[in-house]
């Protein structure tokens, strides 16, 4: 993804060598782009610091920003029955993101905060971040929630409804593989005639993360 010249990145906060809590420690003070200027905290990833798989969001929502933990709003809430349903339990694996701080708009108000997509400076600056997850916990299984988790780790052009649930190749030097789904905000974007089924959807490809990861004992 490419850099503006002028913007920096979280490269130069993590600390060479860090295991994952000194990481997040560090990604307290990270400024490498200007989404730490408006967020409450950095939402660090978290979860067994051991494990077999891997679960990578967009960003950290509202509810995230202010508590300082993913996926533990309504998106978080969808995404743990999901994942009970699939046979895959959240203690034992680790959840974060792809970008750490919470990106928004106020609406009219000037009360509510509305979400706002990362765009691809901000997913590459905040990059470093997730690749020292990754490269410190060595999981087997990265399941990637929704387009922005998915296109960080696989390109611009990954497109998450050509190619969800498939089983893929990790980065160049890792036995890890890689399943793209949707992300569970999507569930509560979608209309009341669609969400059971796109809920169905979701639960269909965790499943097969589960299976991936029964092959592989």
């Known amino acids: 993804m490419p850099q503006r010249p002028d913007w920096p990145t979280a490269a130069a906060f993590v600390p060479a060598g860090a295991d994952v809590p000194a990481l997040a420690e560090a990604a307290l003070g990270c400024k490498g782009c200007p989404l730490h ?3 409450t905290q950095t939402v660090f990833g978290e ?3 051991r494990a077999r798989f891997v679960l990578v969001g967009e960003q950290p929502g509202d509810v995230e920003d202010r508590r300082g933990r993913p996926f533990v709003g309504p998106a978080g809430k969808l995404l743990d029955r ?3 349903e699939a046979g895959l339990d ?3 694996g680790y959840v974060t993101n792809a970008v ?3 990106k928004f708009t106020m609406a009219g108000s000037g009360k509510r905060r509305i979400h ?3 765009d691809a400076y901000e997913m590459a600056a905040c990059r470093p971040w997730l690749a020292a997850e990754l490269n410190r916990i060595r ?3 990265v399941v990637l929630l929704g387009a922005t988790a998915a296109q960080t780790l696989l390109g611009s052009d990954f497109r998450v409804t050509r190619s969800r649930g498939q089983l893929l190749p990790g980065p160049a030097g890792s036995d890890a593989q890689l399943l793209a789904t ?3 905000s999507a569930l509560l974007r979608a209309s009341p005639d669609s969400r059971d089924e796109a809920y169905a959807g979701l639960v269909t490809d965790l499943r097969k993360a589960a299976g991936a990861l029964t092959s592989r004992k």
Do not use: D
Request: no cysteine.
């Open 37 to 39: 200027e408006n967020a």
């Open 47 to 49: 979860g067994n610091i």
């Open 82 to 84: 999901a994942l009970e």
């Open 90 to 92: 959240r203690e034992q």
């Open 100 to 102: 750490k701080h919470f």
């Open 116 to 118: 706002a997509k990362p």
């Open 139 to 141: 999981p087997e299984l």
């Open 182 to 184: 949707i992300h569970p």
